[in-house]
């Protein structure tokens, strides 16, 4: 793949979750500010709660691979905050951009 392909690519899959996000999430959690109860709705069913857990578990090996890459890729903290809010999917695909910026200009 190339270079341009890769980053425009993954631009395109965090913009779509981010507008997915906007969407879905945005408008009820405006109505009801209950983010505790907007968390646990994640784990309502078998199959919600797998796909959160493995969200959870993306995000913790995302947060591992940030704090060990933390001196040769700056400010990839942000990209664990973003990792909460939108989601996994902007803070991982983010960090990807982050990191290959700064690895390719160094």
């Given at each position: 793949?190339?270079?341009?392909?890769?980053?425009?690519?993954?631009?395109?899959?965090?913009?779509?979750?981010?507008?997915?996000?906007?969407?879905?999430?945005?408008?009820?959690i405006i109505e009801n500010p209950d983010i505790i109860g907007a968390f646990s709705a994640g784990f309502v069913n078998p199959y919600s709660s797998g796909y959160s857990a493995d969200v959870i578990c993306?995000?913790?090996?995302?947060?591992i691979w940030v704090i060990y890459e933390s001196a040769k890729v700056k400010y990839g903290w942000l990209c664990l905050i973003l990792g909460f809010v939108p989601g996994v999917a902007v803070g991982f695909?983010?960090?990807?951009?982050?990191?290959?910026r700064q690895l390719s200009s160094g």
């Open positions: 793949m190339k270079e341009k392909i890769y980053i425009l690519s993954l631009w395109a899959v965090c913009l779509l979750f981010a507008s997915i996000f906007i969407i879905v999430v945005v408008p009820p993306c995000w913790l090996i995302l947060c695909g983010l960090y990807l951009i982050l990191r290959h």
